[in-house]
């Protein structure tokens, strides 16, 4: 079965331009998340999905971020125009449901540096 | 909103050695779920053992288990026989049983460095 499929790995931007993070969650897996995990500390959802529909973007910096999963598969996440404090790892992970005895698998993650 | 405290930033064993990671979460509910996870350098996190709140009993996964203490809103994660494969990242998380929008998410501590020294 393969996993959580996120790209690119590695993206390097200079402030206030945009940048778009891609991810191709588990075939089948309805609840689809992003996390963002800044350097030495443990990751925090940004925004989660149910299919194509969104369950909690309570997290998400809506001045700047946004997120789509058309047609309740793959899903993209913006930011524009990105700052320095969002230099970070971008994870992806999904889920067959969204009750908490359903695993969530994550992808390897973009790491985004802002300079 | 629950909160998880992870207090070790670095921990170091022996290979072949036995090492406990400790984690406290607060919340207010009676019903949850609480994982570790492990996250090695430049790869994927993946889950190493949960735990439901509502079960007494100790999770227990091969090498990894868990010493769960509800009152004391205290989890911790036992390795034995610590292998070179451990070293990682450790982070502790917490999610809510309830289905309720907000509440679904996990939770995460700060994370644990696990060194292996052979």
């Known amino acids: 079965e393969a996993g959580v499929a996120q790209s690119p790995r590695y993206k390097i931007i200079e402030k206030r331009q945009s940048v778009a993070f891609w991810c191709n969650p588990i075939?089948?897996?309805?609840?689809l998340y992003w996390y963002q995990q800044i350097l030495g500390q443990g990751p925090k959802l940004l925004i989660q999905f149910q299919n194509n529909g969104v369950v909690d973007d309570s997290q998400l910096p809506k001045d700047r971020f946004s997120a789509e999963r058309l047609k309740g598969v793959d899903s993209t996440l913006k930011i524009q125009p990105a700052k320095l404090e969002d230099s970070a790892v971008y994870l992806c992970a999904s889920s067959l449901g969204s009750g908490g005895n359903y695993e969530q698998y994550f992808g390897p993650g973009t790491r985004l540096t802002v300079t | 909103a629950q909160t998880v405290t992870q207090s070790q930033p670095e921990m170091s064993v022996q290979e072949a050695e036995t090492v406990t990671l400790s984690c406290t979460y607060d919340?207010?509910?009676?019903?949850?779920?609480l994982f570790w996870y492990k996250q090695p350098p430049s790869r994927q996190m993946i889950l190493v053992i949960r735990q439901e709140a509502y079960k007494q009993q100790n999770a227990t996964e091969n090498r990894f288990s868990v010493n769960f203490q509800k009152a004391a809103k205290s989890f911790s994660l036992k390795i034995s026989d610590s292998q070179l494969g451990d070293a990682a990242m450790y982070f502790c998380?917490?999610?809510?049983?309830?289905?309720?929008?907000?509440?679904?998410?996990?939770?995460f501590g700060q994370g644990t460095r696990l060194t292996i020294n052979p």
């Open positions: 998380a917490y999610r809510s049983h309830e289905l309720i929008q907000g509440a679904q998410k996990l939770v």
């Open positions: 919340t207010s509910e009676s019903d949850y779920y």
């Open positions: 075939s089948g897996h309805a609840t």
